[in-house]
């Protein structure tokens, strides 16, 4: 069946540095690709999506590209802040429309 | 409405007692899903609805769980004879049929003491 492997944490960085969380797929077809940004006490929330092959999502200076030939979706942002602490969710929708996500990444940002 | 609505955002119950979590989903999303999410844990999936019917409810995780949905509209996520082990923070979503996005709501926090 369809699913999800992202990179696991916690991912602890200093304030400006890069970021890359990793997030590989199983699936049939040509799922949607998604990331879900969890911000502390708070619920969970679109960050970016990418529908087709080499689509680009981005969205608060992160990125991640649909990368069919790896079934990868990476996502990156080249300045972290410490604003951007959070739980980060890699997610696909396949062609049953049933919604998966992966384990989960904490970031933790430091000044 | 104009976002996915849960309800009660908090409930404390005794082991043993049967609960009942209700979810409203945004107005003509055809696809709800309900998740649980254990403290510091990733999210769980429980059962997923097209309309009012449930083509996915694999990750019910025994036959004290249980969810109906009507109208194609709101979902109730019943559990009956509540364990320690339910406590968690149950969500819900729900999207339109396709690559569209889901939209989460702010989850019931169980409390089985």
């Known amino acids: 069946g369809d699913s999800v492997t992202q990179m696991e944490g916690p991912v602890t960085l200093s304030e400006e540095a890069f970021l890359t969380i990793n997030c590989t797929y199983t699936a049939t077809g040509y799922p949607s690709l998604f990331w879900y940004v969890q911000y502390p006490g708070e619920g969970l929330q679109l960050l970016l999506k990418a529908t087709k092959a080499d689509d680009k999502g981005s969205n608060k200076g992160f990125e991640a590209t649909y990368r069919k030939e790896t079934t990868s979706f990476h996502l990156e942002k080249g300045s972290v802040q410490v604003s951007d602490s959070a739980v980060y969710f890699c997610?696909?929708?396949?062609?049953?429309?049933?919604?998966?996500f992966g384990t989960g990444t904490l970031l933790a940002v430091q000044p | 409405g104009a976002g996915v609505s849960q309800s009660p955002s908090n409930k404390v119950t005794e082991k043993g007692k049967d609960v009942e979590l209700r979810c409203d989903p945004i107005?003509?999303?055809?696809?709800l899903y309900w998740y649980r999410q254990s403290l510091g844990q990733g999210l769980e999936f429980l059962i997923y609805f097209q309309g009012n019917s449930a083509p996915d409810k694999s990750g019910l995780p025994s036959d004290r769980f249980s969810a109906e949905r009507t109208g194609g509209s709101v979902s109730t996520l019943t559990i009956q004879r509540t364990q320690q082990e339910d406590s968690a923070v149950y969500l819900c979503?729900?999207?339109?049929?396709?690559?569209?996005?889901?939209?989460f709501g702010q989850g019931t926090r169980l409390t089985v003491v």
């Open positions: 979503a729900s999207s339109q049929i396709g690559n569209t996005e889901a939209f």
């Open positions: 997610a696909l929708k396949g062609a049953t429309n049933k919604l998966i």
């Open positions: 107005s003509g999303h055809t696809a």
